[in-house]
C-alpha cells in the first residue's frame, strides 16, 4: 500500500490525520470491548444463577406434578390446567448497555393465587396446589432466564464485532498508515536533498562562471596596460629626433 501513495506532502498530511482519527477511533474501540467485557461478565455470572435456579425449579416442578399425579390422576391434573382463565402476559421493552440494545421482559399474571387459578377448591387437593405454584415458579425462571441469555449472546456478538474492528485497526489500517507515512517522509527527504544538491551545483556553476569572467576581464586589463606603455615611450624618442634634425640642416 505504501508505494501506492503518491509522495506529496498533501497526501502526508492526509495520511497523518487518517492515523490521528484511527488511533483515537482505535482507543474508543478498546475502552468500549473492554467495558462490553465487564459487563458480559456480570451478565454471565447471573446467568450462571439463573441457570441453576431454573434446573431446581424444573425438577422440583417435575416432582410436584408426578406426585399429583400420582394421587389424583391425570384426568383431575388435566381439569384443574384446563381451568385457567387468565394467561400469564409477557411484555418487552430495551435497554441500553454500552451501545448494546437488549430485551428487558416483563411478566404479569404469572403467580396466582388459589381462587385466580379457575378451578374449585374443594374439588382439588394440595398436590395439585403445590404443583401450580411450582410451575408458576418454573415459569417466572424461564422468563427471566430468556431474558439474561438473549442479552448475553448480543453482548457476545458484540464483544466479537468489536474485537475484530480493534484488530483490524491495530493490525492492518494502522501499519498501513505507518509504512505510507514514512514513505512519503523518506520520498520527501529524498526529494529536498536532491534538490539542495541541485541548486548547490547550480550556485557553485554561476560562481564559476563569475570567476571566469573576471580572470578574463582581468586579463584584458592586463593587455591594454604594455599598449599604453609603449605608445608614451615612442613620443619622447621621435621628439629628439625632430630635435637633433633641425642643427643638420643648418
Not at 20 to 29: A, F, I, P
Not at 102 to 114: C, D
Not at 134 to 154: F, G, H, P
Not at 183 to 203: C, M, N, P
Amino acid at each position: 500500500m505504501a508505494k501506492d501513495v503518491k509522495p506529496t506532502r498533501k497526501n502526508l498530511m492526509e495520511i497523518e490525520d487518517r492515523i490521528e482519527l484511527s488511533e483515537r477511533g482505535h482507543g474508543t474501540l478498546e475502552k468500549k470491548r473492554d467495558g462490553l467485557i465487564m459487563e458480559f461478565m456480570d451478565i454471565l455470572d447471573k446467568a450462571q444463577d439463573v441457570r441453576g435456579d431454573l434446573a431446581d425449579d424444573y425438577d422440583a416442578a417435575q416432582k410436584k406434578i408426578n406426585m399429583a399425579r400420582a394421587m389424583e390422576g391425570d384426568v383431575a391434573v388435566r381439569g384443574a390446567a384446563a381451568a385457567l382463565q387468565e394467561h400469564p402476559e409477557i411484555t418487552t421493552e430495551s435497554k441500553n448497555i454500552m451501545g448494546v440494545v437488549v430485551p428487558q421482559i416483563e411478566s404479569s399474571k404469572v403467580t396466582k393465587s388459589l381462587d385466580q387459578r379457575g378451578y374449585g377448591i374443594m374439588g382439588t387437593s394440595a398436590r395439585i396446589d403445590e404443583a401450580a405454584e411450582a410451575y408458576e415458579d418454573l415459569l417466572e425462571s424461564i422468563i427471566l432466564a430468556a431474558e439474561v441469555e438473549t442479552a448475553m449472546k448480543k453482548m457476545l456478538r458484540e464483544i466479537e464485532t468489536t474485537k475484530r474492528r480493534v484488530n483490524a485497526l491495530e493490525f492492518k489500517l494502522l501499519p498501513d498508515l505507518y509504512d505510507g507515512q514514512e514513505y512519503i517522509e523518506q520520498k520527501l527527504e529524498e526529494q529536498e536533498r536532491e534538490e539542495t544538491f541541485r541548486l548547490k551545483k547550480i550556485k557553485d556553476k554561476k560562481e564559476q562562471a563569475e570567476k571566469e569572467e573576471r580572470q578574463a576581464e582581468a586579463a584584458a586589463a592586463d593587455e591594454v596596460a604594455p599598449d599604453e606603455d609603449e605608445g608614451s615611450t615612442a613620443e619622447p624618442d621621435m621628439e629628439q629626433s625632430t630635435a637633433g634634425g633641425v642643427p643638420g640642416g643648418d
